[in-house]
């Protein structure tokens, strides 16, 4: 018993401990009970055992406490006595508790006076109904005696009943032994400390059951008023919440059990031990006390598990109503979405490829379709299985799920409305296009049959039978009732397409009449060509021989006449017949260049509509709020680089040019004027084409953004916006072919001409905006590029350089091997650039240029040909102090570039003898009438004496006036090369002098005379008879022939031949001999020098001063 009442202590303890919190409720319970007292309350006055409850009953079944000899009683606090006793009368039944207690008090060791004080303690403060007062005495002498005569004395000062017992013997007459300890002569065994124990463990678990019930009734409560949430996160954390809370209790309910059931097993131990074990009247109490506890967590589990079930049904369902309706509310407008976008498909279209285009955008809409009325009939099934599962919402559910198929029915029905449309629509194209197909090969059919062939029977029969053929193949391929095919078609023919209709019928019918045309002639020209039959008179009889005419003269005649007959007839039958062809051809051409003019047309509209699309689907969208959060950072605010001028190029096309192409739909052959008017509109792609690697640059950067991906999405393209910001760059390029297309069928037309420079003008605008692309590519350059004029040409050189160090004239290599350089020729500078490596992709991948040099157009001078090479020639300035050799890549580009140069030259020249005209007319000089200004790079003596003697202002010698014009070609030889170094070295003059009015290769060609001289050039000859002479040759000039000719010796070689003498001034310098040139007026002479080469050169005019 005592293991069993420590056991019950210890569960008792780890209760308390298990349950923190629980155990600040129970001191609040037991603080705030007014009912009886609890063992855990007086513990401390219970373990003093001045008064206990054994449990034993009197013979009538009065409970026995038995106050044991406490020689302190009389000092004990009257609180403690009065809790002690009222717990102690508190323990047994309410029933034994009415019959009264029998008190039983334990003073035989103590004195009469204690007693008298115990009874009138006890009279005065016992809580409960007193039976009966056993007291047993002193047993000392005089004590018993005192206490005999006093109690008598004094029995009715104590109220109640009261039984002076001497010996325990008599007071197993009241009591049965059986019923008392062994203190009091009993058999039943009693341990105090057991017992605390014992009402501890079993008052504790009553507080337990008690406590549990209380808070499973709150909790409860709790649930029954929890309102349930309206959305699912809400609706998932409160039957979490719930749930929780619920395992709280069953864990609570489960430890209550679990000690219920040990302190069972505790009160039936001794029975277990002992099957003859008499249990006492308390004991048997107890046990029926923990049963009922017992019984009460059963029920109180068995109801809380009923009431959850139900509960978290109601969660559970709320839960499930909560994922519907958040599933409902993100489906229905998907479908709402995809209905309204079915419903303003267009079941119409255009053309063939329109048709195919909307088919595919209906059958990918269709998938998606699909897909959404899935999941929205999937959805209505699982409301149907909520209601079919007894769902509390099932008013609400119901007619969600029928508005879920509704809006399937109606997308479904509408889709399949659309798809038949369609369908209907693409047979109807396809048909037309099958039949205009046919047209067009026909008339590439007539186009293409030769008229010279067919002049022949044979060639004719063949071209017939082809025609032929062709038509039997008409039956498959066109369109024959009109009125059908309209009552066929109706739901599908819009006005675009009834108007296509009825250009197919239109053209079927001029196609077949042309056929019928050729046909007939091509039966005429088949036709046997029988010899014309003439009649012929009887030949009379021959009376004599003068009378009768001459047979053979007559026969002649009859011949000739035949034969002039056949050739008219011929003449007549061949001019209708070339008549007819070339109507026939002109008409074929006619077609052709309608053919083009719609596809012109037709490409520039859908042109129109893309650009649109961009400027509305990507570029507006950068300016909304709504997409804001979707746009980063690197792309905020630079709108104008992503697109450039797209918006001035779509309000160009869309206001005027569209318009003007238009108004020449019927006379294709004269749209090259709009293309003129239009030219200058059109440089504005020349601005996008610049910016275009900046957009290429930013939408790397950008391409995987959510934004992009957002305005793709909507517009429902399949490319991304890269490919729309490259279709400017293909536009431009896509109008020079168009042309070209329009001027191979205008030939000899009206406006042929005017498409001749329309397609110059916007090849002109390609080559301007492909050189503007490599301009805005040079760095380095510190200057204005805008300042240098407008860009001739652009391309790639192998450069080599010379420079001329003083008057010894030596040539300094600045490089064995040629550098690479790309020219850009403007119309006032010439720079050179070095080609950077191409890094990147896409327009990224384009090259940067390096500038290195650059020469002004006003001191430059050329040589056609350098150092034998046709792809060489040679750019120089200030005299050539400064000399680049250029090599292009073919002989080609190199004579382009030279022209180009000669004509930027010769545009200076112009200009500078119209400035100098001007001056001369606004002030005029003595010296201008009888002198003329000097173009040529030279300056000779006679130029020096006539500038000295202006200085002087002596008049000059009139005929000293000379044209300055180039050289004359001579046979087999080279023009000539004409360098400045000769002047500048002998007389000293820099290229800032001013020219003088004489020209001094007119003057040196008037004044060659015989002599040697040595050669400082190599020239080789380019005829028979002329001379071929080396560098450092000695030559001998022998007489001057006709036509600028010399007859020329070579020392050297011995041989003799003619030389020009054009050619002999940039070959020969003066000998050893002295033999000189000499001047008009004899007193100038001088050396001939020559560049490198053999070549014609061309010098610049900044040092012409008027």
Same mark, same amino acid.
């Given at each position: 018993?005592?293991?069993?009442?420590?056991?019950?202590?210890?569960?008792?303890?780890?209760?308390?401990?298990?349950?923190?919190?629980?155990?600040?409720?129970?001191?609040?319970?037991?603080?705030?009970?007014?009912?009886?007292?609890?063992?855990?309350?007086?513990?401390?006055?219970?373990?003093?055992?001045?008064?206990?409850?054994?449990?034993?009953?009197?013979?009538?079944?009065?409970?026995?406490?038995?106050?044991?000899?406490?020689?302190?009683?009389?000092?004990?606090?009257?609180?403690?006595?009065?809790?002690?006793?009222?717990?102690?009368?508190?323990?047994?039944?309410?029933?034994?508790?009415?019959?009264?207690?029998?008190?039983?008090?334990?003073?035989?060791?103590?004195?009469?006076?204690?007693?008298?004080?115990?009874?009138?303690?006890?009279?005065?403060?016992?809580?409960?109904?007193?039976?009966?007062?056993?007291?047993?005495?002193?047993?000392?002498?005089?004590?018993?005696?005192?206490?005999?005569?006093?109690?008598?004395?004094?029995?009715?000062?104590?109220?109640?009943?009261?039984?002076?017992?001497?010996?325990?013997?008599?007071?197993?007459?009241?009591?049965?032994?059986?019923?008392?300890?062994?203190?009091?002569?009993?058999?039943?065994?009693?341990?105090?400390?057991?017992?605390?124990?014992?009402?501890?463990?079993?008052?504790?678990?009553?507080?337990?059951?008690?406590?549990?019930?209380?808070?499973?009734?709150?909790?409860?409560?709790?649930?029954?008023?929890?309102?349930?949430?309206?959305?699912?996160?809400?609706?998932?954390?409160?039957?979490?919440?719930?749930?929780?809370?619920?395992?709280?209790?069953?864990?609570?309910?489960?430890?209550?059990?679990?000690?219920?059931?040990?302190?069972?097993?505790?009160?039936?131990?001794?029975?277990?031990?002992?099957?003859?074990?008499?249990?006492?009247?308390?004991?048997?109490?107890?046990?029926?006390?923990?049963?009922?506890?017992?019984?009460?967590?059963?029920?109180?589990?068995?109801?809380?598990?009923?009431?959850?079930?139900?509960?978290?049904?109601?969660?559970?369902?709320?839960?499930?109503?909560?994922?519907?309706?958040?599933?409902?509310?993100?489906?229905?407008?998907?479908?709402?979405?995809?209905?309204?976008?079915?419903?303003?498909?267009?079941?119409?279209?255009?053309?063939?490829?329109?048709?195919?285009?909307?088919?595919?955008?209906?059958?990918?809409?269709?998938?998606?379709?699909?897909?959404?009325?899935?999941?929205?009939?999937?959805?209505?099934?699982?409301?149907?299985?909520?209601?079919?599962?007894?769902?509390?919402?099932?008013?609400?559910?119901?007619?969600?799920?029928?508005?879920?198929?509704?809006?399937?029915?109606?997308?479904?029905?509408?889709?399949?409305?659309?798809?038949?449309?369609?369908?209907?629509?693409?047979?109807?194209?396809?048909?037309?296009?099958?039949?205009?197909?046919?047209?067009?090969?026909?008339?590439?059919?007539?186009?293409?049959?030769?008229?010279?062939?067919?002049?022949?029977?044979?060639?004719?029969?063949?071209?017939?039978?082809?025609?032929?053929?062709?038509?039997?193949?008409?039956?498959?391929?066109?369109?024959?009732?009109?009125?059908?095919?309209?009552?066929?078609?109706?739901?599908?023919?819009?006005?675009?397409?009834?108007?296509?209709?009825?250009?197919?019928?239109?053209?079927?019918?001029?196609?077949?009449?042309?056929?019928?045309?050729?046909?007939?002639?091509?039966?005429?020209?088949?036709?046997?060509?029988?010899?014309?039959?003439?009649?012929?008179?009887?030949?009379?009889?021959?009376?004599?021989?003068?009378?009768?005419?001459?047979?053979?003269?007559?026969?002649?005649?009859?011949?000739?006449?035949?034969?002039?007959?056949?050739?008219?007839?011929?003449?007549?039958?061949?001019?209708?017949?070339?008549?007819?062809?070339?109507?026939?051809?002109?008409?074929?051409?006619?077609?052709?260049?309608?053919?083009?003019?719609?596809?012109?047309?037709?490409?520039?509209?859908?042109?129109?509509?893309?650009?649109?699309?961009?400027?509305?689907?990507?570029?507006?969208?950068?300016?909304?709020?709504?997409?804001?959060?979707?746009?980063?950072?690197?792309?905020?605010?630079?709108?104008?680089?992503?697109?450039?001028?797209?918006?001035?190029?779509?309000?160009?096309?869309?206001?005027?040019?569209?318009?003007?192409?238009?108004?020449?739909?019927?006379?294709?052959?004269?749209?090259?004027?709009?293309?003129?008017?239009?030219?200058?509109?059109?440089?504005?792609?020349?601005?996008?084409?610049?910016?275009?690697?900046?957009?290429?640059?930013?939408?790397?950067?950008?391409?995987?953004?959510?934004?992009?991906?957002?305005?793709?999405?909507?517009?429902?393209?399949?490319?991304?916006?890269?490919?729309?910001?490259?279709?400017?760059?293909?536009?431009?390029?896509?109008?020079?072919?168009?042309?070209?297309?329009?001027?191979?069928?205008?030939?000899?037309?009206?406006?042929?001409?005017?498409?001749?420079?329309?397609?110059?003008?916007?090849?002109?605008?390609?080559?301007?905006?492909?050189?503007?692309?490599?301009?805005?590519?040079?760095?380095?350059?510190?200057?204005?590029?805008?300042?240098?004029?407008?860009?001739?040409?652009?391309?790639?050189?192998?450069?080599?350089?010379?420079?001329?160090?003083?008057?010894?004239?030596?040539?300094?290599?600045?490089?064995?091997?040629?550098?690479?350089?790309?020219?850009?020729?403007?119309?006032?500078?010439?720079?050179?650039?070095?080609?950077?490596?191409?890094?990147?992709?896409?327009?990224?991948?384009?090259?940067?240029?390096?500038?290195?040099?650059?020469?002004?157009?006003?001191?430059?001078?050329?040589?056609?040909?350098?150092?034998?090479?046709?792809?060489?020639?040679?750019?120089?300035?200030?005299?050539?102090?400064?000399?680049?050799?250029?090599?292009?890549?073919?002989?080609?580009?190199?004579?382009?570039?030279?022209?180009?140069?000669?004509?930027?030259?010769?545009?200076?020249?112009?200009?500078?003898?119209?400035?100098?005209?001007?001056?001369?007319?606004?002030?005029?000089?003595?010296?201008?009438?009888?002198?003329?200004?000097?173009?040529?790079?030279?300056?000779?003596?006679?130029?020096?004496?006539?500038?000295?003697?202006?200085?002087?202002?002596?008049?000059?010698?009139?005929?000293?006036?000379?044209?300055?014009?180039?050289?004359?070609?001579?046979?087999?030889?080279?023009?000539?090369?004409?360098?400045?170094?000769?002047?500048?070295?002998?007389?000293?003059?820099?290229?800032?002098?001013?020219?003088?009015?004489?020209?001094?290769?007119?003057?040196? $060609? /008037?004044? #060659?005379?015989? @002599? =040697?001289?040595?050669? +400082? %050039?190599?020239?080789?000859?380019?005829?028979?008879?002329?001379? !071929?002479?080396?560098?450092?040759?000695?030559?001998?000039?022998?007489?001057?022939?006709?036509?600028?000719?010399?007859? $020329? /010796?070579? #020392?050297?070689? @011995? =041989?003799?031949?003619? +030389? %020009?003498?054009?050619?002999?001034?940039?070959?020969?310098?003066? !000998?050893?001999?002295?033999?000189?040139?000499?001047?008009?007026?004899?007193?100038?002479?001088?050396?001939?020098?020559?560049?490198?080469?053999?070549?014609?050169?061309?010098?610049?005019?900044?040092?012409?001063?008027?």
């Amino acid at each position: 018993m005592c293991a069993w009442l420590c056991r019950g202590r210890q569960t008792a303890e780890m209760t308390k401990a298990h349950k923190s919190t629980q155990t600040n409720t129970q001191d609040d319970i037991l603080k705030k009970e007014d009912g009886p007292l609890l063992a855990a309350q007086i513990g401390s006055e219970l373990q003093k055992q001045f008064a206990i409850l054994p449990g034993g009953r009197g013979i009538d079944g009065h409970p026995v406490i038995f106050l044991p000899e406490f020689p302190a009683f009389g000092e004990l606090p009257e609180e403690e006595l009065q809790n002690v006793l009222r717990y102690l009368t508190s323990v047994p039944s309410v029933a034994a508790s009415g019959e009264g207690f029998i008190l039983i008090i334990d003073r035989r060791l103590d004195r009469w006076a204690a007693v008298r004080a115990t009874l009138l303690r006890i009279a005065g403060s016992f809580p409960g109904n007193l039976h009966l007062v056993l007291v047993l005495r002193p047993t000392a002498l005089f004590q018993r005696t005192l206490s005999d005569f006093l109690f008598k004395f004094n029995r009715d000062e104590f109220k109640m009943k009261v039984v002076m017992l001497s010996t325990v013997t008599e007071l197993h007459t009241y009591i049965d032994p059986g019923q008392l300890t062994t203190e009091l002569g009993g058999t039943q065994q009693y341990c105090h400390d057991s017992w605390i124990s014992h009402r501890t463990a079993i008052e504790a678990f009553a507080l337990m059951v008690k406590t549990v019930a209380q808070t499973l009734q709150a909790f409860g409560t709790e649930l029954a008023e929890t309102e349930l949430p309206n959305d699912t996160e809400a609706t998932v954390d409160l039957l979490h919440k719930h749930t929780l809370q619920k395992d709280t209790m069953k864990e609570d309910l489960k430890v209550a059990l679990s000690q219920g059931g040990r302190l069972l097993a505790c009160i039936n131990e001794p029975l277990q031990s002992d099957p003859d074990y008499s249990m006492t009247q308390d004991e048997m109490e107890n046990l029926a006390t923990v049963q009922r506890l017992m019984g009460q967590l059963n029920e109180t589990e068995t109801a809380f598990d009923d009431f959850w079930d139900r509960h978290s049904t109601k969660l559970e369902q709320c839960l499930q109503l909560r994922h519907f309706e958040k599933h409902f509310r993100e489906v229905r407008p998907q479908l709402d979405v995809m209905f309204e976008r079915l419903s303003g498909f267009s079941e119409v279209s255009i053309s063939p490829a329109h048709a195919e285009h909307v088919l595919r955008e209906l059958s990918s809409h269709e998938e998606k379709a699909c897909e959404l009325m899935d999941l929205a009939l999937s959805l209505a099934s699982e409301g149907d299985r909520l209601i079919e599962n007894s769902h509390y919402a099932e008013d609400s559910i119901r007619p969600k799920c029928g508005e879920l198929r509704g809006v399937c029915e109606e997308i479904g029905s509408t889709l399949r409305s659309k798809k038949g449309l369609l369908l209907r629509a693409r047979e109807l194209h396809h048909a037309l296009e099958k039949a205009f197909q046919w047209c067009e090969d026909g008339i590439l059919l007539l186009a293409n049959q030769p008229v010279d062939r067919c002049q022949s029977q044979d060639g004719a029969e063949a071209a017939l039978q082809e025609l032929e053929r062709y038509l039997d193949t008409a039956a498959l391929h066109t369109i024959s009732d009109r009125g059908a095919i309209c009552c066929q078609y109706e739901a599908v023919l819009n006005p675009q397409l009834r108007d296509h209709m009825d250009k197919v019928f239109q053209k079927q019918s001029s196609v077949q009449e042309m056929f019928e045309k050729r046909r007939v002639s091509l039966k005429k020209l088949a036709a046997k060509q029988t010899r014309p039959v003439q009649p012929v008179a009887p030949r009379p009889e021959v009376k004599s021989p003068l009378s009768s005419p001459n047979p053979e003269r007559k026969e002649r005649r009859y011949s000739a006449d035949s034969a002039l007959c056949k050739k008219g007839e011929s003449l007549v039958h061949n001019g209708s017949t070339r008549h007819a062809s070339l109507s026939e051809e002109e008409e074929n051409l006619a077609v052709l260049r309608r053919h083009v003019m719609n596809e012109l047309l037709e490409t520039e509209r859908a042109y129109v509509e893309e650009l649109l699309c961009v400027l509305e689907g990507y570029a507006a969208e950068m300016d909304n709020p709504a997409m804001a959060h979707l746009i980063p950072s690197t792309l905020q605010s630079k709108k104008d680089i992503l697109f450039g001028n797209m918006p001035e190029i779509y309000q160009f096309h869309k206001r005027t040019f569209l318009k003007d192409l238009e108004a020449y739909t019927d006379c294709p052959e004269l749209v090259g004027r709009c293309f003129l008017e239009r030219m200058k509109d059109l440089q504005i792609y020349e601005a996008y084409c610049q910016n275009k690697p900046r957009s290429e640059s930013l939408w790397r950067q950008c391409s995987d953004c959510a934004f992009f991906q957002e305005c793709q999405k909507k517009l429902e393209h399949k490319l991304g916006l890269d490919s729309y910001l490259l279709k400017p760059v293909q536009r431009i390029t896509k109008y020079q072919l168009l042309l070209k297309e329009l001027l191979k069928y205008s030939k000899g037309c009206d406006g042929a001409n005017d498409l001749q420079e329309a397609l110059s003008s916007i090849l002109g605008i390609l080559k301007a905006v492909n050189d503007s692309m490599h301009l805005i590519a040079i760095t380095g350059y510190e200057g204005n590029l805008s300042d240098l004029g407008r860009l001739l040409m652009q391309g790639s050189f192998s450069v080599w350089t010379e420079h001329k160090k003083g008057h010894a004239k030596v040539k300094d290599l600045a490089r064995f091997k040629p550098m690479q350089r790309h020219l850009f020729l403007h119309e006032k500078a010439l720079l050179f650039c070095k080609k950077r490596e191409e890094n990147g992709e896409g327009y990224e991948k384009a090259p940067s240029y390096s500038f290195k040099h650059s020469l002004s157009m006003s001191a430059v001078g050329i040589t056609e040909n350098a150092k034998g090479d046709n792809k060489k020639f040679e750019i120089w300035s200030n005299s050539r102090e400064e000399v680049f050799i250029v090599q292009a890549p073919t002989a080609e580009i190199k004579t382009a570039w030279v022209n180009e140069i000669r004509k930027v030259l010769t545009q200076q020249l112009k200009a500078c003898r119209d400035a100098t005209q001007q001056k001369s007319s606004d002030s005029p000089n003595p010296t201008s009438n009888n002198s003329s200004v000097s173009l040529s790079p030279f300056r000779s003596s006679a130029q020096k004496n006539q500038r000295k003697q202006d200085e002087k202002k002596v008049e000059p010698n009139p005929t000293s006036e000379a044209n300055s014009c180039p050289s004359p070609k001579h046979k087999g030889w080279n023009k000539p090369s004409l360098s400045a170094d000769a002047s500048e070295e002998n007389d000293g003059f820099s290229s800032g002098e001013d020219p003088m009015t004489s020209d001094i290769e007119d003057e040196v $060609v /008037k004044k #060659l005379a015989p @002599g =040697k001289y040595s050669v +400082v %050039a190599d020239c080789e000859k380019a005829g028979p008879q002329e001379l !071929s002479v080396k560098s450092g040759d000695m030559v001998q000039l022998i007489r001057e022939g006709e036509d600028g000719q010399w007859f $020329v /010796k070579n #020392l050297h070689s @011995g =041989k003799e031949g003619w +030389v %020009a003498a054009a050619n002999l001034l940039s070959l020969i310098s003066e !000998s050893k001999s002295s033999q000189s040139l000499s001047s008009s007026d004899g007193s100038v002479s001088g050396n001939l020098s020559t560049s490198s080469s053999c070549s014609e050169t061309y010098t610049s005019f900044s040092d012409i001063k008027p």
